[in-house]
């Protein structure tokens, strides 16, 4: 079946580090991909998307590269704030289908 | 646009007790999704419509379950009877039909459920 598996977390960092999440995925044929951020008491909001091997999504300095050969999709940022303090999802959507499948969610803490 | 809408955003309840809950999605969204988060099982999905029409309810858990889309800017999800493992937040999304696979969903504020 289709499944999206994350690191596990909490994660915890300082401001301005590095930050990678890892995501790899379990699909048949070429699904769409995604990161989705949830932030405390809040619905998930979509933070970027890929739909086709090698793309690379990015938005609020964040980046993720679909690589097909390695099934990932890991999330990335340069320099992270304090304001980046939140759930990540990753998730994946079946060639044709509209259901999105989610990977248990990283809890991501920036300490000042 | 305001969003997808739903109410409440908190309900605590007895089991047994009958529970529904709302959502409007955003105006010209074809798709609707009812998903269930727990700290155990993560983010699940019950059930979507297309067009108000449900195509997938393999992910709702038993009879004690069931939804409803009357229209294209109202669905509910009742929980009848409740019991305290229903706990959960219940989020509801939208989304428009953008090309196959090209799902950007819109999430609500969620609906979360204490059953005491």
């Known amino acids: 079946g289709n499944s999206v598996t994350q690191m596990e977390g909490p994660v915890t960092l300082s401001e301005e580090a590095f930050l990678t999440i890892n995501c790899t995925y379990t699909?048949?044929?070429?699904?769409?991909l995604f990161w989705y951020v949830q932030y405390p008491g809040e619905g998930l909001q979509l933070l970027l998307k890929a739909t086709k091997a090698d793309d690379k999504g990015s938005n609020k300095g964040f980046e993720a590269t679909y690589r097909k050969e390695t099934t990932s999709f890991h999330l990335e940022k340069g320099s992270v704030q304090v304001s980046d303090s939140a759930v990540y999802f990753c998730?994946?959507?079946?060639?044709?289908?509209?259901?999105?499948?989610f990977g248990q969610g990283t809890r991501l803490t920036i300490n000042p | 646009d305001a969003g997808v809408i739903q109410s409440p955003r908190h309900e605590v309840t007895e089991m047994g007790q009958e529970v529904t809950l709302r959502c409007k999605p955003i105006s010209g969204h074809d798709y609707l999704f009812w998903y269930r988060q727990t700290m155990m099982r993560g983010l699940e999905l019950l059930i979507y419509f297309n067009n108000n029409v449900p195509i997938d309810d393999s992910g709702m858990p038993e009879d004690r379950f069931s939804a409803k889309m009357p229209n294209a800017s109202f669905s509910t999800l009742k929980i009848q009877p409740s019991e305290p493992r229903d706990s959960a937040v219940y989020f509801c999304?939208?989304?428009?039909?953008?090309?196959?696979?090209?799902?950007?969903?819109?999430f609500g504020q969620g609906t979360r459920l204490t059953v005491v």
């Open positions: 999304a939208s989304s428009p039909w953008t090309g196959p696979g090209n799902t950007e969903a819109f």
């Open positions: 998730a994946l959507s079946r060639q044709g289908a509209q259901k999105l499948v």
């Open positions: 699909a048949t044929g070429y699904p769409s």
